[in-house]
């Protein structure tokens, strides 16, 4: 059983940074690629960020290009995203997700390609 626990949520003024973190962990956990996706209130859950566990390739939304950071630290198994400049429109609530093996296949801005996922993490920009 893989457990992901995300961190770092909060309340912030528009233009301000927070550091959402996720915790990984599980018996055998290990991880092809792990990603931030979010939903805000009242709309579809979106894709935010990937990141590729071995290589460090990353990938991003249109609407977070430049301002968030995704990272992952692999002894810790921990997967991270710097959030700066941060608008009302990133309200939302912001969920880790790792998939476990890899797959010619995966597309890393699709919730499907995921198997696990977190509690979620509430994030409130106000202006």
């Known amino acids: 059983q893989v457990q992901l626990v995300e961190s770092g949520g909060g309340s912030v003024q528009a233009g301000g940074s927070l550091r959402l973190s996720c915790a990984a962990s599980?018996?055998?956990?290990?991880?092809?690629?792990m990603a931030w996706f979010r939903q805000p209130p009242g709309k579809e859950r979106e894709f935010v960020a990937a990141?590729?566990?071995?290589?460090?390739?990353?990938y991003y939304a249109d609407s977070v290009e430049g301002r968030f950071t995704i990272s992952r630290d692999n002894a810790k198994n921990m997967v991270y995203l710097q959030m700066n400049s941060l608008k009302p429109e990133d309200t939302a609530v912001y969920y880790c997700?790792?998939?476990?093996?890899?797959?010619?296949?995966?597309?890393?801005?699709?919730?499907?390609?995921?198997?696990?996922w977190g509690q979620g993490t509430q994030v409130t920009v106000s202006s």
């Open positions: 997700a790792a998939r476990a093996y890899h797959s010619s296949s995966y597309v890393p801005s699709k919730g499907e390609y995921y198997g696990y």
């Open positions: 599980g018996r055998t956990f290990s991880s092809y690629a």
């Open positions: 990141i590729r566990w071995s290589s460090g390739d990353t």
